[in-house]
């Protein structure tokens, strides 16, 4: 069996739109008796349809967190949810930037004060200065 796309779904959805607008011309145009079988063979088409649309998208792989489910079922805006989970992210990322840019700003400061330490340790002073400056692009 074919994998399930979302064009598949897309058909399968537009199929049942399609009959429910015959379905709703077939019952304003309801004649009686004579119209009764079209009536009935439309009906079962939607229901046909339905359940053709069902089967096909429970096979489409979907993974809605419980949490937007939940959401949702309590009669609330997934848009809104949406918008706060985006708000967390934002502020999360600006928390990370802002300790990124504190433990560049350490790195430089530490570069610096090995790099004019005083008498002992030339060799390894001026050794660590060019390692930061060539791996972490430190000042100097």
């Excluded at 949406?82 to 530490?110: I, M, P, Y």
Aim: glycine letters at 14%.
């Amino acid at each position: 069996m074919a994998p399930v796309t979302l064009d598949t779904i897309d058909a399968r959805l537009k199929d049942v739109i399609q009959t429910l607008f015959e379905l709703q011309s077939a019952i304003h145009g309801y004649l009686g008796p004579e119209t009764h079988q079209e009536l009935i063979r439309k009906i079962s088409h939607l229901s046909s349809s339905l359940s053709t649309l069902s089967t096909t998208a429970a096979s489409l792989p979907t993974q809605i967190p419980p949490e937007i489910v939940e959401y949702v079922e309590d009669g609330r805006n997934p848009d809104i949810y949406t918008r706060e989970f985006v708000e967390l992210v934002q502020r999360g990322n600006a928390a990370l930037r802002g300790k990124s840019e504190a433990f560049a700003g350490f790195r430089d400061v530490l570069a610096e004060e090995i790099r004019g330490g005083g008498g002992r340790g030339e060799g390894e002073r001026g050794r660590c200065g060019r390692r930061w400056r060539g791996c972490w692009g430190g000042g100097g």
